[in-house]
């Protein structure tokens, strides 16, 4: 799977003439990469993911995916939002299941890979609650579960754990690690957490601001195996205060006197 | 080292006053959205029901208003008993239940699909939203001789002003909760690869459904008010037709047991809504 944005630009209308969000983005998402876009507000990234999901059409450019351009959502583009898009009235299994009930598949292949999903994402215990009756942390395993049991050439995560503290939020990242490992799934990740993206990321895309582009990028050469203490060695140090100095570089808006 | 600006800025802030502090008035009864204790809420509700009626026991029996206007609870009772025991009040109240069934139903039926489609595709709230705005606020009531003249005097007019005075109401109001569907709801839906008709039945309308239901609860009781109006013209049974009836004979006894009934009825069905919308909308709670 390979993912390919050639001159990307997106404008939206706006009173006074169109607002330009996205200007000439390339990007190239290659197979088995887990690519962190970090940025500021106003970086477009949301909006990137958007268009990759096929929710939104670029204003110009070409999206591709193995060659086939992007003309609408589909389950091959799995997509997590930061909250608030579980199915409220659907358990967590019933959730998880909303892609696989698309589909001609029997009851026990369905009930197979949720229950293996459900395992993956540690969920087995709750598989019979409500999504409101879950700590946030739990409700975006849901959404990423759901996401991933219709086995999609890549994964989007849309500031997945931008709303979660900071302790569940390293067991997220933990756990999307090593989901990323288990199933060889491609990750596309928007963030605006410097530490996030390199701690995950095999590569880091810096996004400038007003409007969005890509400014800089880097690759992580951090070894496969990550934990925690990563976190505290020297290079990961390293790495992550040169993309922080590239992020306040592109950011303009900062506070003055 | 102090900034010049915090410098100048602790200057400037030393020649004002103390900012006066405001003293917090104790907890009482009517504290914004505070809960009172159980005790105190049946005591209330006990109240709210117990003095309109002692007032009412007290006022008949002083005989300061005739009876004929007034009539007491022991006279409403045994009328309403009379009604009861010569099965004049169950026709009654089936032939009136009756009309609501199919007017409000034949209502519910048109109103909630299309206040869906308003409410999912911009395209059908472009072409009846206007309209249904403006037809809602014709008052239904106004529509009785006109639909004397097209239906005749029987049933089918009683039923269409039932129609006419619930579907607009119910079609709008279920347009709005169906717009309340998150976005992100549907984006999502669309990337787990369902299609558009599988988005709407899998994903708008049981979010939708408690919504719906409440919708359905409030227009009931306009439902309830347009049936009596629409038999107080030309019927030869039902509640409002027993009122006009009662009235001719000044049997305000009667008047109000009917009265009565009515309200009872009201709340029943109000209380079974109720209960269907806490089951559906479990979820939400």
Redesign the interface.
């Given at each position: 799977m390979t993912l390919e944005l050639v001159d990307v630009s997106m404008s939206y209308p706006q009173r006074g003439g169109p607002k330009l969000a996205l200007d000439g983005v390339n990007l190239t998402v290659s197979p088995r990469e887990f690519l962190c876009v970090v940025g500021a507000s106003g970086s477009g990234k949301s909006t990137l993911l958007s268009l990759v999901a096929g929710l939104t059409t670029p204003t110009s450019g070409e999206i591709t995916i193995e060659g086939h351009p992007i003309t609408g959502p589909g389950p091959d583009r799995g997509l997590v939002f930061q909250t608030g898009s579980l199915y409220p009235w659907r358990t967590v299994e019933r959730n998880v299941a909303f892609g696989l009930e698309l589909l001609a598949l029997d009851a026990a292949e369905r009930r197979r890979r949720v229950d293996w999903y459900l395992a993956e994402t540690g969920l087995a215990d709750v598989r019979r609650s409500l999504p409101r009756q879950l700590s946030g942390g739990q409700q975006q395993r849901v959404a990423i579960a759901r996401a991933l049991v219709c086995e999609p050439d890549v994964l989007l995560l849309d500031e997945p754990f931008g709303a979660l503290d900071v302790q569940t939020k390293e067991d997220m990242q933990l756990l999307i690690r090593q989901i990323w490992r288990d199933t060889g799934t491609t990750v596309l990740m928007v963030t605006h957490d410097v530490e996030e993206a390199v701690f995950l990321g095999t590569r880091v895309v810096v996004l400038a601001s007003d409007p969005g582009r890509v400014a800089a990028e880097a690759r992580i050469p951090l070894a496969e195996d990550r934990d925690l203490a990563t976190k505290r060695t020297p290079a990961f140090l390293g790495l992550r205060a040169s993309i922080e100095d590239m992020v306040r570089a592109q950011h303009r808006c900062g506070v003055t006197r | 080292m102090k900034t010049a600006?915090a410098e100048r800025a602790a200057d400037v802030r030393a020649a004002w006053p103390p900012l006066p502090r405001r003293t917090r008035p104790p907890r009482t009864l009517l504290t914004i959205r505070t809960p009172i204790s159980r005790r105190v809420t049946t005591t209330l509700t006990v109240a709210s029901l117990a003095v309109p009626f002692t007032f009412w026991v007290v006022l008949s029996a002083s005989g300061v208003v005739p009876a004929t206007f007034l009539p007491s609870p022991g006279a409403v009772l045994s009328a309403g008993w009379e009604m009861a025991r010569s099965g004049e009040l169950a026709v009654d109240v089936w032939t009136t239940t009756r009309r609501v069934l199919e007017g409000f139903g034949l209502a519910v039926l048109v109103s909630v699909p299309l206040g869906i489609l308003i409410g999912t595709f911009h395209a059908a709230q472009a072409v009846f939203e206007p309209v249904i705005g403006l037809l809602r606020y014709l008052p239904a009531s106004a529509f009785i001789p006109l639909l004397i003249i097209w239906l005749g005097l029987g049933e089918p007019s009683k039923i269409a002003i039932l129609f006419i005075g619930t579907v607009f109401f119910n079609t709008l109001m279920t347009a709005d909760v169906v717009r309340g569907v998150?976005r992100?709801?549907i984006?999502?839906?669309?990337?787990?690869?369902?299609?558009r008709g599988?988005v709407l039945r899998?994903?708008v309308v049981?979010?939708s459904l408690p919504g719906i239901i409440d919708a359905v609860r409030v227009n009931a009781a306009a439902a309830w008010n347009f049936v009596v109006v629409a038999e107080l013209v030309n019927s030869t049974a039902g509640l409002g037709y027993r009122i006009v009836r009662a009235q001719r004979f000044l049997q305000t006894d009667k008047i109000f047991a009917v009265l009565v009934v009515i309200g009872v009825i009201g709340v029943t069905i109000d209380v079974a809504l109720r209960l269907v919308r806490a089951r559906v909308g479990?979820?939400?709670?």
């Open positions: - | 600006l998150p992100p709801l984006d999502v839906s669309y990337t787990l690869g369902a299609r599988e899998k994903v049981p979010h479990r979820w939400a709670a």
